[in-house]
């Protein structure tokens, strides 16, 4: 096999190069020494290294999510020897992995560890790749780095989901059966064969024959060394008649990649044509071909017969609910999912696509397989792509050609403008659907369920797409320019003096910046808010210190984090009306209720009414709380309640006084100032209660000016929704609280009129019953003679 070509100057891949060879490496790159690794073996096992430092500390900090993480424990604790029925099934080797991690260490969260190993192995794999197909080395850590920062390397290092070791089997495969194909020695081949062999069977038995087998094997296929033509010397004697006699050869250029095309394109030594490279035999071709039409023919075979149960060659089981309603799913939801799995670098993946240079098989495999997980996700539903690394050297390959001095200018405003633009178009996408992105493998996480407002997630995921955007700006902007003919601009005389390796250093803190924000930050909040590792640990300490005696009650919660990080059963007590929770709640003893976050207003209602004490203990997760009829020592009572329920009047900005028929007043208001379109701002409205509201009652309070330019103008749950309308009393104090987002275009500049109303139901209002008519003092005019609306004066909209 041809050793690796010479990088050209300055690492970039658009550079003037010569002869067959280097055309054979840009555009077979997998044909390129792969076999010597000594050169990247280094660089590869330093960014494995780093991969580790940022997946694997805090991995046990955060609980195991309900949703999935507790399904994969469950598996590994059945195969040591529990009694747990209706388990689902899963690819072989991943599963033995976490069943030896938690029988070495006894830690649940000991599971998430061979994601961890294989993900950072993942990001080693991508540095390797890159630099055995002629990458310089700071273009490929920025593969790996581009690898790290993808949600979905993130998601599968961090938790216990995805299948990220049957996809380093299925890489590593790739890898080893592309080196074999050109390597210049029959035995060195030989070993590299039966060592792609050994991995494919372990991809089989980690990810099944479609991602385990037969995509490899089609990425080996696509890897096949062209043959190149021999080198036609007949043209060279032709040409050079054609110089004239006179030549002075002290003008021709010294260095041979200067000199005319025709004669740069002949190798001066024989000896270094690839012709002498060592090329697979025919058989050898046939072998494969009829390799993958084996897999094909055997995949199809035992799909067709496949009933619903789950078949481990496949290793998978029929989408049931996807089989009675095909049309949910089409054949571009593939793409979505790419989308998410690699935000918010999908704008930088078509560009690599476009121009992938030396990355050309890399971007083939990548296609190759987008095409078979698009087809295979129709019939056992979303799969999560197993493309790291070649979707990583692609993105690499897009920077590479976006900082290149021989692109033109013209391609270089048109891939910058794609990668703005579509870094702004995901940031908009990721506010209106961010669980796709923070919860990207799990696949039943609706954007109902996801915690996006408790979590900030839309502004987050906003954030890290601009800031991409902005960083691949940067990066073009730095680049070292190409030398002009004419006099240098003020910006080109800038980027001289810049250091070459500045556009990859601010990518690569850029990539840094988003795996730690994804990893470190977003998984593990998210972690809180659907775990109950947080409430259910500080209840054992709670209980070991003595002041929660009584069994743990369990009020109608199904959550298997119940029997994992709770007391055992013995010292659970379960109980299925509210009636008994308030029983029980009422007792003298330090007593303890895990119940649901809806059942809090009615809990919290009746203990006001019946004058006993209630605190919340946690309030960590997102749909249950923790109880207490104590407060144990140290502890804070966390009731959200209390943020909006007051003994006394709120002091707001604006006083006034408008009453809804006989259930509430509106007695102060105010906005949050400078309102300034592009922004959110924050709106506040004090009650005070004369008796309940009816049950779904929503408030109206919008800025107008005329007709056209409206902020907020749809009506919003009273109270956050965290004490429903229903359950206030007469002489309570309500501080209701909501944040909007101001727009930017759809609204004009200038003064606004606050508009106040509340809805009874769809189709009808609450009446204003004081004051009756336009009232200066209390600063309320009614623009209608229906008495449903109010306005409470002006503020200015900038």
């Given at each position: 096999m041809a050793p690796p070509p010479t990088p050209p100057p300055n690492g970039h891949h658009g550079a003037t190069t010569t002869g067959p060879t280097t055309e054979l490496a840009t555009s077979h790159g997998a044909t390129t020494g792969l076999t010597r690794l000594?050169?990247?073996?280094?660089?590869?096992?330093?960014?494995?290294?780093?991969?580790?430092?940022?997946?694997?500390?805090?991995?046990?900090?955060?609980?195991?999510?309900?949703?999935?993480?507790?399904?994969?424990?469950?598996?590994?604790?059945?195969?040591?020897?529990?009694?747990?029925?209706?388990?689902?099934?899963?690819?072989?080797?991943?599963?033995?992995?976490?069943?030896q991690a938690l029988a070495l260490t006894g830690d649940p969260a000991a599971i998430r560890l061979p994601g961890a190993?294989?993900?950072?192995?993942?990001?080693?794999?991508?540095?390797?790749?890159?630099?055995?197909?002629?990458?310089?080395?700071?273009?490929?850590?920025?593969?790996g780095g581009f690898a790290l920062a993808f949600p979905v390397l993130q998601s599968q290092a961090r938790l216990a989901l995805g299948n990220p070791i049957g996809e380093l089997a299925a890489t590593t495969a790739a890898l080893l059966?592309?080196?074999?194909?050109?390597?210049?020695?029959?035995?060195?081949?030989?070993?590299?064969?039966?060592?792609?062999?050994?991995?494919?069977?372990?991809?089989?038995?980690?990810?099944?024959?479609?991602?385990?087998?037969?995509?490899?094997?089609?990425?080996?296929?696509?890897?096949?060394?062209?043959?190149?033509?021999?080198?036609?010397?007949?043209?060279?004697?032709?040409?050079?008649?054609?110089?004239?006699?006179?030549?002075?050869?002290?003008?021709?250029?010294?260095?041979?990649?200067?000199?005319?095309?025709?004669?740069?394109?002949q190798p001066a030594d024989l000896s270094q044509a690839p012709a002498l490279v060592q090329h697979p035999p025919r058989w050898l071709a046939a072998l494969l071909a009829a390799a993958i039409l084996g897999v094909v023919g055997l995949l199809l075979a035992l799909?067709?017969?496949?009933?619903?149960?789950?078949?481990?060659?496949?290793?998978?089981?029929?989408?049931?609910?996807?089989?009675?309603?095909?049309?949910?799913?089409?054949?571009?939801?593939?793409?979505?999912?790419?989308?998410?799995?690699?935000?918010?670098?999908?704008?930088?993946?078509?560009?690599?696509?476009?121009?992938?240079?030396r990355a050309r098989w890399p971007a083939l495999w990548l296609l190759a397989g987008l095409v078979l997980v698009s087809a295979w996700s129709l019939r056992y539903g979303p799969t999560p792509l197993p493309l790291i690394v070649p979707a990583a050297l692609v993105c690499a390959a897009a920077v590479e050609h976006l900082l290149a001095p021989s692109?033109?200018?013209?391609?270089?405003?048109?891939?910058?403008?794609?990668?703005?633009?579509?870094?702004?178009?995901?940031?908009?996408?990721?506010?209106?659907?961010?669980?796709?992105?923070?919860?990207?493998?799990?696949?039943?996480?609706?954007?109902?369920?996801?915690?996006?407002?408790?979590?900030?997630?839309?502004?987050?995921?906003?954030?890290?797409?601009?800031?991409?955007?902005?960083?691949?700006?940067?990066?073009?902007?730095?680049?070292r320019p190409v030398p002009p003919s004419g006099a240098q601009t003020r910006l080109q005389r800038l980027q001289a003096r810049l250091p070459p390796w500045l556009p990859v250093a601010l990518l690569l803190a850029t990539l840094a910046h988003q795996a730690l924000r994804y990893g470190h930050s977003l998984l593990p909040r998210t972690s809180e808010l659907l775990s109950l590792h947080r409430p259910l640990t500080r209840y054992a300490a709670w209980r070991d210190a003595g002041a929660l005696i009584s069994p743990l009650a369990i009020h109608r919660i199904s959550d298997p984090g119940v029997a994992l990080y709770g007391p055992p059963a013995a010292g659970r007590s379960a109980l299925a009306s509210r009636d008994s929770i308030l029983t029980w709640l009422k007792g003298q003893a330090p007593a303890a209720a895990l119940?649901?976050?809806?059942?809090?207003?009615?809990?919290?209602?009746?203990?006001?009414?019946?004058?006993?004490?209630?605190?919340?203990?946690?309030?960590?997760?997102?749909?249950?709380?923790?109880?207490?009829?104590?407060?144990?020592?140290?502890?804070v009572d966390a009731n959200p309640i209390l943020r909006v329920l007051r003994d006394a009047p709120p002091q707001l900005a604006h006083s006034t006084l408008v009453r809804f028929e006989d259930h509430v007043e509106v007695i102060g208001w105010q906005w949050q100032e400078p309102i300034v379109r592009g922004r959110e701002t924050t709106l506040e409205v004090a009650f005070h209660v004369l008796k309940p509201l009816i049950a779904g009652s929503k408030l109206y309070l919008r800025l107008q000016q005329g007709r056209l330019s409206r902020?907020?103008?749809?009506p919003h749950e009273l109270a956050e929704g965290l004490y429903p309308a229903q359950h206030w009393r007469a002489g309570d104090y309500i501080?209701?609280?909501?944040?909007?987002?101001?727009?930017?275009?759809?609204?004009?500049?200038?003064?606004?009129?606050?508009?106040?109303?509340l809805r009874r139901s769809e189709s009808s209002n609450y009446k204003i019953s004081f004051p009756t008519a336009d009232d200066p003092e209390l600063a309320v005019h009614f623009p209608g003679s229906n008495h449903e609306f109010a306005e409470l004066g002006p503020v200015t909209v900038w």
């Open positions: 000594g050169a990247a073996a280094p660089l590869a096992a330093l960014a494995t290294l780093v991969a580790l430092a940022i997946t694997v500390p805090g991995y046990r900090a955060h609980g195991l999510w309900s949703t999935g993480e507790i399904s994969v424990l469950q598996r590994a604790q059945a195969a040591l020897g529990a009694a747990l029925g209706g388990l689902e099934r899963a690819p072989i080797l991943p599963d033995a992995l976490r069943t190993l294989a993900a950072a192995l993942l990001v080693g794999l991508a540095v390797l790749l890159a630099r055995r197909l002629g990458a310089a080395p700071r273009f490929a850590l920025l593969a059966g592309a080196a074999a194909l050109t390597s210049p020695r029959r035995s060195t081949a030989l070993a590299l064969a039966l060592a792609t062999l050994a991995t494919l069977a372990l991809a089989l038995l980690s990810a099944g024959l479609l991602l385990g087998v037969l995509l490899p094997l089609l990425a080996i296929a696509l890897a096949w060394p062209r043959r190149p033509s021999p080198p036609d010397l007949s043209q060279a004697p032709a040409n050079l008649s054609q110089q004239p006699a006179s030549t002075d050869l002290s003008q021709q250029p010294a260095d041979l990649s200067q000199a005319p095309a025709n004669l740069s394109q799909a067709y017969h496949q009933g619903d149960g789950w078949i481990p060659a496949l290793a998978a089981a029929r989408d049931l609910p996807l089989a009675a309603r095909p049309y949910y799913r089409d054949f571009a939801a593939s793409l979505q999912e790419l989308s998410n799995q690699l935000f918010p670098w999908l704008p930088l993946l078509v560009v690599g696509l476009l121009h992938p240079g692109t033109s200018t013209a391609t270089r405003r048109l891939g910058l403008a794609l990668a703005l633009a579509g870094g702004l178009i995901l940031a908009k996408d990721a506010r209106r659907t961010p669980g796709s992105i923070g919860a990207v493998l799990v696949h039943t996480q609706s954007e109902h369920n996801y915690p996006a407002k408790e979590l900030a997630a839309p502004d987050l995921l906003a954030q890290l797409a601009q800031l991409a955007a902005l960083a691949v700006l940067l990066a073009v902007l730095t680049r119940v649901r976050r809806s059942e809090l207003a009615s809990l919290h209602e009746q203990a006001r009414a019946d004058g006993w004490p209630l605190y919340v203990l946690d309030a960590s997760n997102r749909d249950i709380v923790l109880l207490a009829n104590t407060l144990p020592p140290g502890a902020i907020n103008p749809m501080l209701h609280r909501f944040t909007v987002a101001v727009p930017m275009l759809e609204v004009l500049p200038g003064a606004h009129e606050v508009v106040l109303g």
